[in-house]
T-cell receptor, first 113, second 112 residues
Framework: EAGVAQSPRYKIIEKRQSVAFWCNPI?????LYWYQQILGQGPKLLIQ????????DSQLPKDRFSAERLKGVDSTLKIQPAKLEDSAVYLC???????????FGPGTRLLVL | KQEVTQIPAALSVPEGENLVLNCSFT??????LQWFRQDPGKGLTSLLL?????REQTSGRLNASLDKSSGRSTLYIAASQPGDSATYLC???????????FGKGTLLTVNP
C-alpha cells in the first residue's frame, strides 16, 4: 500500500514570496490534515478536510495561508506572502476517519530567508 | 485548551537498557492517545494507539499505558537498540477540541 506522498521535499524562498505544497493521501482515506512543525516543537494542526470539505481551520493564518482539496483526493497548501516565521516542516497526514490512526507523509521542509 | 507535556525532553541510554518515556495531558476527556516515532528528516510513524477505554497496548518491545483519570501515559521500551534512536511524540485526540494535540517529544539516543 502506497503511503502519503508530498512534494516538494525541500523549498527555500525569500520572505514575501509565495510557495505551494502538494499532498496525495492514501487511497480511500476520507480525512486529510495539514500540520506545521517548527523545530523543537510537536506538529500543530493547520487544517483538516473531510472529503473535500473543511472540518477545522481554526489555527490556519487565513491572511496568508490557504488550502484546498479538490475532488476529495489531492490537496495543496499555499503561503502568500511568506514570512520568516513560516520556516518549518509542513506535514500532510490522512486517515480513514477523523478518529482513526493518522498516517503521515515525509513532509516538506520550508526555509524562508 | 488541551496541553500535552513530555518528560524528559532528551534521554541517552546504553544499548540493552529498558526505558520509560512519560506523557501528561491536561484535559482527560480524550478519545484516544497515540505514540509516534519521528526520524530526522522524515514524517511520523504511528507506534501505538490506545482507545480511552483501554489501559494499555503492546507491540513487540513497546508497551504503552494510559491512565485517563490522572492524565498520564507511559511508553515502555524493552531491551533498547541503537535503531530505536529517534524522537518519540505523544498525541491525544479529543478533549475540548476534536483534533490531535501533540507534545514536544522526547529525543532518545541509544548508544551501542
Amino acid at each position: 500500500e502506497a503511503g502519503v506522498a508530498q512534494s516538494p521535499r525541500y523549498k527555500i524562498i525569500e520572505k514575501r514570496q509565495s510557495v505551494a505544497f502538494w499532498c496525495n493521501p492514501i487511497s480511500g482515506h476520507a480525512t486529510l490534515y495539514w500540520y506545521q512543525q517548527i523545530l523543537g516543537q510537536g506538529p500543530k494542526l493547520l487544517i483538516q478536510f473531510q472529503n473535500n470539505g473543511v472540518v477545522d481551520d481554526s489555527q490556519l493564518p487565513k491572511d496568508r495561508f490557504s488550502a484546498e482539496r479538490l475532488k476529495g483526493v489531492d490537496s495543496t497548501l499555499k503561503i502568500q506572502p511568506a514570512k520568516l516565521e513560516d520556516s518549518a516542516v509542513y506535514l500532510c497526514a490522512s486517515s480513514l476517519g477523523h478518529q482513526e490512526t493518522q498516517y503521515f507523509g515525509p513532509g516538506t521542509r520550508l526555509l524562508v530567508l | 485548551k488541551q496541553e500535552v507535556t513530555q518528560i524528559p525532553a532528551a534521554l541517552s541510554v546504553p544499548e540493552g537498557e529498558n526505558l520509560v518515556l512519560n506523557c501528561s495531558f491536561t484535559d482527560s476527556a480524550i478519545y484516544n492517545l497515540q505514540w509516534f516515532r519521528q526520524d530526522p528528516g522524515k514524517g511520523l510513524t504511528s507506534l501505538l494507539l490506545i482507545q480511552s477505554s483501554q489501559r494499555e497496548q503492546t507491540s513487540g518491545r513497546l508497551n504503552a499505558s494510559l491512565d485517563k483519570s490522572s492524565g498520564r501515559s507511559t511508553l515502555y521500551i524493552a531491551a533498547s537498540q541503537p535503531g530505536d534512536s529517534a524522537t518519540y511524540l505523544c498525541a491525544v485526540y479529543g478533549g475540548s477540541n476534536y483534533k490531535l494535540t501533540f507534545g514536544k517529544g522526547t529525543l532518545l539516543t541509544v548508544n551501542p
